[in-house]
């Protein structure tokens, strides 16, 4: 069974950097033609895809967030992490990990969200 679980801090203030960490279970992030995705939600509104890194550690962002958007791992801990600069309070939103399968096109696990509060 694959489980992905989020982790991080739940406040950050304006200005700061928004760390958090995606750690997997059950499956090896490496392995061929899965995706490893951060996605948030802020409240209100729908599902905004942030980026993600794929199985050969190439890395993908949305547009609007390339410039201060950085998604690195670890393979020895099988985990991949999310790092976003400058955060204001429109960067807060529950932000999902979730695994991306490219021989079926869909995202097929997700983590369960953690809040992120960008205050100060």
């Not at 090896?28 to 050969?56: D, F, M, V």
Request: charged share 10%.
């Amino acid at each position: 069974q694959v489980q992905l679980q989020e982790s991080g801090p739940g406040l950050v203030k304006p200005s700061q950097t928004l760390s958090l960490t995606c750690t997997v279970s059950g499956n090896s992030i490496t392995t061929n033609y899965y995706y490893w995705n951060w996605i948030r939600q802020p409240p209100g509104k729908g599902l905004e895809w942030i980026g993600a890194i794929a199985y050969s550690g190439m890395t993908f962002y949305a547009p609007t967030l390339k410039s201060r958007t950085s998604i690195s791992r670890d393979t020895s801990k099988n985990h991949f992490t999310l790092q976003m600069t400058s955060v204001t309070p429109g960067d807060t939103a529950v932000y999902f990990c979730a695994r991306y399968r490219g021989a079926t096109l869909e995202y097929d696990y997700w983590g369960q969200g953690t809040q992120v509060t960008v205050s100060s």
